[in-house]
């Protein structure tokens, strides 16, 4: 089993749609989660860090769930500027070095 | 404004020849990261540093090298070794490397390209 595993998509929603991805991870000592946010050709930037209690960040939710070992990103009132990449990003317990996810790619259209 | 910056954006190496990639930051992190992205692929860590003259390799450090000589700069060398180096290369850092909660910066990436 890889140590983060995400939906690659894409998925392609309208916009204005809600739109929700998933990240499972397998270390379950891990401590920090992150989703970060890739456009073509360019580098990744951070969109939010994943707190145990949830965080809201405008249209962005993250939430993180231990006991099934995942966490969620959900966008709602989606735009087209929010079609990306977007990579799930675990520490793993007992370590200092991030676990990257492959990404999941999202298209929104007009 | 603080950053991370990288280059060149772009590089072009032929049969046999080492090139080196330049990794510098501007935001007094201690902790710095290199990282190699395929297409369709999550980020592989090839090297990382948390602290001047130190360095540990990552998951795919064979036919690289690195060195940390000043805070601020972290150099990737492809050598000739790397028989597949076509790929996105990007650099990262972070405050420390002690925190469970620090997260990456990363610089703009170089393409690197076999003639």
């Known amino acids: 089993r890889k140590e983060v595993e995400q939906d690659p998509g894409p998925f392609n929603v309208p916009e204005g749609a809600t739109v929700a991805f998933n990240c499972t991870y397998s270390n379950s000592a891990s401590q920090s989660f992150f989703w970060y946010r890739q456009d073509c050709r360019k580098e990744p930037k951070l969109l939010m860090s994943v707190y145990s209690s949830g965080n809201e960040d405008g249209r962005f939710t993250a939430q993180l769930n231990r006991a099934s070992q995942y966490i969620s990103l959900l966008i709602r009132d989606s735009k087209l500027s929010d079609s990306a990449t977007y990579l799930c990003v675990v520490i793993p317990g007992g370590s200092y070095i991030p676990t990257f996810g492959r990404g999941t790619s999202l298209i929104v259209h007009p | 404004d603080g950053g991370i910056t990288q280059s060149p954006k772009y590089l072009f190496r032929k049969e046999g020849q080492n090139v080196t990639l330049s990794c510098e930051q501007n935001?007094?992190?201690?902790?710095m990261y290199w990282y190699r992205q395929d297409p369709g692929q999550g980020l592989r860590l090839i090297y990382y540093?948390?602290?001047?003259?130190?360095?540990q390799k990552g998951d795919i450090a064979e036919g690289y090298s690195v060195s940390r000589e000043k805070k601020e700069s972290f150099p990737l060398t492809v050598t000739s070794a790397q028989k597949n180096p076509t790929a996105f290369y990007l650099c990262?850092?972070?405050?420390?490397?002690?925190?469970?909660?620090?997260?990456?910066?990363f610089g703009p990436g170089t393409r690197l390209l076999v003639l």
């Open positions: 540093s948390q602290i001047v003259n130190d360095f």
């Open positions: 990262a850092s972070s405050t420390s490397s002690g925190g469970s909660r620090e997260t990456q910066y």
């Open positions: 935001l007094n992190h201690d902790a």
